[in-house]
């Protein structure tokens, strides 16, 4: 489970076992018990969510928003 970022407790990775096929770009954040998963292409949007009330949710969005490219490269160096 490589992590990719942390920022407030809240831990953004991505699972080294995505399954096959392999699905689009995205990243998991999590704290405490509130996950949520966050395509990264075409655009940046919610996949899931679990306990994550919506203001932090769009922090959560802010940041995966700025840090894309870099979520995204580290994302394809690892499962090519």
Same mark, same amino acid.
């Given at each position: 489970?490589?992590?990719?970022?942390?920022?407030?407790?809240?831990?953004?990775?991505?699972?080294?076992? /995505?399954?096959?096929?392999?699905?689009? !770009?995205? *990243?998991? #954040?999590?704290? +405490? %018990?509130? /996950?949520?998963?966050?395509?990264?292409? !075409?655009? *940046?949007? #919610?996949?899931? +969510? %679990?306990?994550?009330?919506?203001?932090?949710?769009?922090?959560?969005?802010?940041?995966?928003?700025? %840090?894309?490219?870099?979520?995204?490269?580290?994302?394809?160096?690892?499962?090519?």
């Amino acid at each position: 489970m490589p992590k990719l970022f942390e920022y407030n407790g809240w831990k953004f990775y991505f699972y080294s076992r /995505e399954g096959m096929p392999l699905e689009p !770009p995205h *990243v998991h #954040v999590r704290k +405490d %018990r509130s /996950e949520a998963k966050i395509w990264l292409t !075409p655009v *940046v949007r #919610v996949a899931s +969510d %679990r306990r994550v009330d919506p203001r932090t949710l769009k922090m959560l969005l802010a940041i995966v928003i700025e %840090r894309r490219d870099e979520f995204e490269e580290r994302w394809h160096e690892f499962f090519s």
